[in-house]
């Protein structure tokens, strides 16, 4: 049994989703992005993870910008709340992908 959490790390992922039928967006949003926090061992794998539980949630993920873990994006001078950090914590306990926000699109 592997030891968990030894070499995992959070991952701040944005993800850009279309459409598609059960997605949960509202009726007339165009798609949305979707702030996450993912635990892996890389960057990669926390892409991976993070395309893969959203294509179970009946989303389609279009596009995945990476921010870095809570470590380079402090390095980079970035503002992260507590609640922010709390979350990357929950992602990390878990093991999981936690979709902290999400921000839908509409045409104008």
Known sequence: MAKQGSKQKVYTLLVEVGRSDG???????????????????????AVRETVAILKQADMAPLDVSGYGTLEERRAEGHDISDDEAGLMQRALDENSVIVAQ???FFED
């Open 23 to 45: 997605d949960g967006l509202p009726k007339n949003a165009t798609g949305a992005a979707l702030m996450c926090f993912a635990s892996g061992i890389d960057e990669a794998e």
């Open 102 to 104: 999400v921000t839908p």
